[in-house]
């Protein structure tokens, strides 16, 4: 393998820079980070000889697919959001229910 893992990330992240200088990544450099040591751990997939180019090539599809993913899952949430509407407070007890003093009695005597 001649280029490291960061020289991997950094040229994919670069593949998502488009012509206003603007980039279109949604997926994090974690799951980008994570996904190039994924496949650097896979048997025959990176050898002495690959050059930084060829391992970008090689994975920018499977990038390009979890970052569709992610923009897809964005904007179908944006479309189908409904927000809650406010609960309507319920009015206080004391406005709506009379107090009856009906149940109370009044003593018959005074202690002195």
């Known amino acids: 393998m001649k280029f490291t893992k960061e020289q991997a990330l950094e ?17 994090s450099d974690m799951t980008i980070s994570d996904t190039i040591e ?3 751990d896979i048997e025959g997939v990176v050898t002495d000889e690959t ?5 970008v090539e090689k994975v920018m ?3 390009k ?10 904007s179908d949430f944006v479309k189908n959001y409904k927000p809650e509407p406010p609960a309507t407070p319920k009015p206080s007890t004391s406005e709506s229910t009379p107090v009856s ?4 009695t009044l003593p018959t005597s005074h202690p002195v």
């Open 61 to 63: 599809p499977s990038i």
């Open 38 to 40: 994924s496949l650097l």
């Open 101 to 104: 003093y009906t149940h109370l």
């Open 11 to 27: 040229s994919i992240k670069a593949k998502f820079i488009g012509k206003s200088g603007k980039t279109s990544q949604k997926v």
């Open 51 to 55: 050059e930084l180019g060829d391992f």
């Open 65 to 74: 697919a979890l970052n569709n993913n992610i923009i897809k899952e964005q």
